[in-house]
């Protein structure tokens, strides 16, 4: 007889719902928290998506307001507690650091060549503007002890700062004065955590998002200025970065002709190709079937052969060179692809693009030539060099047999995923984030968030060199890590502040944590922008950028990119980050010890 507990072992308890109405509907939302963030980023993107005046939240925002609101009514209207387990938040923010470092890779030391100073200077413009604020802003205030630390890590939303201010209460650093418990002072950290980072989240993304236009700016125009600068003019992606292999426009166009010319009956294939390489020969049909073409065939009359060329040759000499145009759907029916290949031959290293034919590489067209992760100028006398990677365009049998000559794989585009590398590459960066070196009793580590990035930044750059590494990875599939790791990350996160803030909705405190907490949040940011962009010169969108990541507002980050339609924002992003995750900590312990 059947055990009826088994079933109960294998599926998820289902806990049961007593109340009933908007209780019962509040109460399966902490029965079932999937149903709470769904739920939340269902009707936070829709929210967000929503534009008055041409002004909106976007979906990270409005996923944290949804999410705030339904713990803060839980919590006061039915005494119910939302409390999801962290570790889920923490693994989806990052996949969306990683999925950002892929995205922005290639650009990033480019970034730090050409504005590495501002980028510094606008960190540490933000974090002692933030701190100056926060600090003295208590003390004007009034408040009592913790606050000032609850007001510089919630406005600057690194929650490690309440783990160093709560440090140096445990540790003995900082004592207490008469009258007030190290419980008490705890406490009030928390709740200026919790007021002032709701607050400066939701009004740091509308800021950033529009900081640009509030000086006069066309994100989307600066967006694109910014790619180009920082492309070094480049016109094609990088290999291994979005869009790398998307055919997209191109001059050449593919036409079959019936060979009827003297000049082109009984030549071999490979014999043709040389005479003619700017309309090489990529199928052959006789008596309608396909004739292989790695055997070279000799071309007989009244065959059917398929080029593809620049259509001024096809329209002006073709027609007349091989003969009368045909529609047969055998030999206009080839898939065109396009492939980046990994110069592994020093027997083509030195020759120039016009000279492929000459090494049997037929077929295909050369679209782009990169090295050293940078595209260089293309045409008929560029010389190739081993190591270089060149994408070519082409059949899939044409393709392989170039890479064959190249010395290379040939790397198509692809719909798999890269689980291998992102797991291996997230460990070893979250293992660096994780290294934490103590400097008189304080600890400092680069973040889990910080390495994740950065390891993602690792592998697009030496995909870029070599597209072998680990590539190419789906647009589509890494769009989806970034945009859902990072909401999913704020619902959670909203399930679990919201009922915090109910415990500092009192007295002229939460006037005080509000005021104070918002200026420390937008002023560095708005000030450091200015000087990004007056005295430093940056693009408006690179300026923006650098002042989000001085912030450590990842969501600020997604709003800008999302306005800019670009993620060229990001390239300054992690130097001003890690810089000043280092720095909050240094201060938020400061701010702990002269309370």
């Not at 890494?478 to 619902?491: E, I, K, P, T, Y």
Request: with cysteine; aromatic share 8%; hydrophobic share 50%.
């Amino acid at each position: 007889m059947s055990n009826p507990t088994v079933v109960g072992q294998i599926f998820d308890k289902i806990e049961p719902v007593t109340a009933s109405g908007l209780h019962g509907f509040f109460q399966l939302l902490d029965n079932q928290p999937i149903v709470f963030i769904l739920l939340s980023l269902a009707l936070g993107t829709y929210i967000g998506n929503r534009s008055i005046k041409n002004i909106s939240l976007g979906s990270t925002a409005g996923t944290l307001l949804v999410g705030v609101v339904l713990s803060m009514i839980a919590q006061s209207a039915y005494d119910i507690t939302y409390a999801i387990p962290g570790v889920l938040s923490t693994f989806m923010l990052l996949l969306f650091m990683y999925a950002l470092g892929l995205k922005v890779g290639p650009q990033f030391f480019a970034g730090l060549k050409k504005g590495g100073l501002a980028f510094i200077s606008i960190g540490v413009i933000v974090w002692s503007l933030n701190w100056i604020i926060c600090f003295f802003g208590a003390k004007f205030a009034g408040l009592a002890p913790g606050y000032a630390t609850g007001l510089i890590s919630g406005s600057y939303t690194i929650t490690a700062i309440l783990g160093v201010g709560q440090g140096a209460l445990s540790s003995g650093a900082y004592i207490p004065p008469s009258g007030i418990t190290a419980e008490e002072v705890g406490a009030n950290m928390a709740a200026a955590y919790a007021v002032s980072y709701v607050l400066s989240t939701v009004g740091i993304i509308l800021l950033i998002r529009y900081l640009p236009k509030i000086f006069g700016y066309n994100s989307a125009e600066e967006a694109k200025a910014a790619e180009a600068n920082y492309n070094g003019g480049a016109t094609d992606p990088l290999p291994g970065a979005p869009q790398a292999l998307t055919l997209g426009f191109s001059p050449y166009d593919l036409r079959a002709f019936y060979v009827t010319h003297k000049n082109i009956v009984g030549k071999s294939i490979s014999a043709l190709v040389k005479e003619y390489p700017q309309a090489p020969i990529l199928r052959l049909v006789r008596s309608g079937a396909i004739v292989d073409l790695s055997d070279g065939p000799i071309v007989q009359l009244n065959d059917i052969v398929t080029v593809r060329a620049n259509i001024h040759d096809l329209i002006f000499v073709d027609n007349e060179l091989i003969g009368p145009e045909a529609d047969d759907q055998l030999a206009r029916n080839v898939p065109i692809e396009v492939a980046d290949i990994h110069i592994g031959s020093h027997d083509i290293s030195g020759q120039n693009i016009h000279d492929l034919s000459e090494f049997g590489i037929g077929g295909v067209t050369v679209q782009a030539l990169f090295r050293a992760g940078n595209e260089i100028p293309l045409g008929p006398k560029t010389q190739i060099s081993f190591g270089d990677v060149i994408r070519l365009a082409g059949p899939d049998v044409a393709l392989n047999m170039a890479g064959q000559r190249l010395g290379g794989r040939v790397i198509l585009p692809t719909m798999k995923s890269e689980i291998i590398y992102l797991a291996v590459a997230m460990v070893i960066g979250y293992l660096v984030g994780i290294i934490t070196v103590r400097i008189a009793g304080i600890p400092f580590a680069l973040g889990t968030s910080a390495g994740c990035i950065l390891a993602g930044i690792a592998v697009s750059y030496f995909r870029s060199r070599n597209p072998e590494f680990g590539g190419p990875i789906h647009e589509g599939a890494r769009s989806f890590l970034q945009d859902f790791g990072l909401n999913v990350f704020v619902a959670v996160l909203a399930a679990n502040v919201g009922p915090k803030v109910i415990t500092a909705l009192h007295g002229d405190t939460l006037l005080w944590l509000a005021v104070i907490g918002i200026a420390g949040a937008l002023i560095p940011p708005l000030v450091a922008f200015w000087i990004g962009v007056k005295f430093f010169k940056l693009n408006s969108i690179i300026a923006d950028g650098a002042a989000t990541g001085a912030r450590n507002s990842t969501p600020g980050l997604n709003a800008i990119m999302e306005e800019a339609k670009s993620s060229v924002a990001a390239i300054p992003y992690p130097v001003s980050y890690a810089l000043t995750t280092v720095l909050a900590l240094i201060g938020g312990y400061i701010s702990m010890i002269l309370s």
